[in-house]
């Protein structure tokens, strides 16, 4: 009986280990995931960010022939693209769609810059409004996904 009792105890012990070790690995695994989403939606606003401020700064450069605009405006907007495939594949539905949104609203706004785009044009500040609120709803979006609170 005691034997049997022993055996019992051990496999018991045994299982229950292996279902902790396995939830443990499960765990870390989704925090791992969720720690690469986060640095891949930090880095991804980044650089469209950075773009934006390229873009508002070749909007007050009257100076600038076309072909340095188009040069600037197609050089900072070349880093998104990277980033917006990575969120293609990294990123739930609910985070990739308005991410794409954005990406094609600064696509366009990269293209006015490239064409000559100024401050004092009136498409500017709707090219604006439409960025910022696209920005909005993906970091909504992107806080949702990470639990991350309003």
Not at 29 to 43: F, K, N, P, S, V
Request: charged share 30%.
């Amino acid at each position: 009986m005691a034997l049997a009792s022993t055996l019992a105890g051990g496999a018991i012990a045994t299982v229950s280990a292996g279902y902790l070790d396995r939830r443990r690995w499960r765990r870390d695994r989704i925090d791992q995931r969720t720690e690469a989403r986060r640095a891949l939606y930090g880095d991804y606003l980044a650089a469209l960010s950075q773009a934006r401020l390229t873009f508002s700064r070749l909007s007050r450069d009257t100076g600038a022939s076309d072909t340095e605009r188009g040069k600037a405006a197609w050089d900072a907007f070349d880093p998104c693209s990277g980033f917006r495939h990575q969120m293609t594949i990294s990123a739930p539905g609910s985070v990739v769609a308005p991410s794409e949104e954005l990406y094609r609203i600064l696509r366009d706004l990269r293209n006015a810059m490239a064409e000559g785009l100024l401050l004092e044009d009136g498409a500017y500040a709707e090219h604006r409004v439409r960025y910022d609120t696209a920005l909005d709803a993906l970091r909504a979006a992107m806080r949702d996904d990470l639990e991350a609170g309003p």
